[in-house]
């Protein structure tokens, strides 16, 4: 009888544990690996030596955001990719709805709708984002990273940059 | 002396807290683990869905394990966070999924049928009432990863309950 309730104790905390872990990974805060160098040199910056690349960066993405939808210019964000709702990428966020976006390699100026924006990745040559599928729902973004946690010498806030060239109209 | 007795008095009150709180927390995560992974209430009102859904308003229950498996098909009733305000979320039908052709009819843009194909990743979405209904003949078709649940029960008003029409 001892060792039955013991195992039933353990269970009760450990179902405790998990519900709140997963209530607050969906509401406020939590950890993700971040896979592929499209984010490079902010996530998983390619290096020219391999020492130093055993592992992905871990960052940490906050969905405080999600309850009103306010994002700025060089926030770095994780959404539901428009191709495969399965996959989740991370890249920054260049323009916001209702502004018109000059894109660089097609000398074009495009108004972003209302409701969507305009995604890149840091990589410009590595990255499947806006170039490919156009401006996304802000609907689809599931948060924002705010900081890298993991590898340790590279810890701190994600810094945006500032875009030369981009006006807002 | 004294003292001690209140500090264990108080070790006694902290202690109920602590307990009332873990199941307060515990009932709020269990909410919102159903909320969020299984059912959820909606309340829908507008024209856009006559005469399935009224104007005044219904409240339907939306589950959301269809659409995590990939299981919403055409015809099912879905509720989508909207392509222009993400604040806001729109009930409509699926009227393609990706890869249809779709061929849809626009009052407000004159008598010609158009057509479109759908892209991979995304739904066509209708509202049954076509007169009266911003859907994707006017914004396109939506990435899936919009689809928040599909509707699969009516609760409100009481003289309809049941499995929302076709």
């Known amino acids: ?24 990974s ?46 700025s210019h060089g926030d770095v964000v994780v959404f539901s990719s428009p191709l495969n709702h399965k996959e989740r990428h991370i890249k920054r966020i260049v323009a916001l709805p209702g502004e018109w976006f000059g894109s660089r390699q097609n000398y074009d100026v495009l108004k972003v709708p209302e409701g969507h924006c305009w995604i890149e990745g840091d990589n410009a040559a590595a ?4 170039k490919s599928f156009g401006p996304i729902p802000l609907g689809l973004i599931r948060g924002r990273v705010t900081h890298v946690v993991w590898p340790p010498h590279r810890m701190g806030a994600i810094q945006s940059p500032p875009r030369e060239g981009l006006s807002s109209l | 002396m004294k003292v001690m007795s209140y500090m ?18 515990k009932f709020l995560c269990c909410l919102h683990i159903t909320d969020a992974y299984f059912c959820s209430p909606t309340h829908i009102y507008g024209p856009s869905m006559l005469p399935t859904f009224n104007m005044v308003g219904d ?17 099912d009733l879905v509720v989508v966070r909207s392509p222009s305000d993400p604040k806001k979320s729109i009930t409509k039908r699926i009227m393609g999924m990706e890869g249809d052709t779709v ?23 209708q509202g049954d009432n076509i007169f009266a209904s911003r859907d994707s003949r006017h914004f396109g078709p939506v990435p899936y990863g919009l689809i928040q649940g599909k509707v699969f029960f009516r609760v409100w008003p009481l003289d309809c309950i049941g499995v ?3």
Request: proline share 4%.
């Open chain 2, 103 to 125: 061929t849809y009819f626009d009052p407000m843009l004159g008598d010609a049928t158009r057509v479109a194909v759908v892209p991979k990743g995304h739904v066509w979405i």
């Open chain 2, 59 to 75: 409240i339907v229950l939306a589950e959301h394990v269809s659409q995590r498996l990939g299981k919403v098909r055409h015809g």
């Open chain 1, 1 to 24: 009888m001892g060792s039955s309730s013991f195992l039933w104790n353990f269970t009760k905390k450990f179902v405790t544990f998990g519900l709140i872990t997963v209530t607050v």
């Open chain 2, 8 to 25: 264990a008095q108080w070790r006694g009150i902290a202690k109920e807290a602590m307990d009332r709180t873990a199941i307060a927390v």
């Open chain 1, 26 to 71: 969906d509401r406020y805060v939590t950890v993700v690996p971040v896979r592929g160098g499209s984010m490079s040199p902010t996530l998983n910056p390619k290096t020219s030596s391999s020492a130093g690349n055993f592992s992905d960066d871990y960052v940490l993405v906050e969905k405080i955001c999600l309850d009103k939808y306010k994002f």
């Open chain 2, 164 to 166: 929302p029409g076709q």
């Open chain 1, 127 to 130: 990255s499947m984002d806006s």
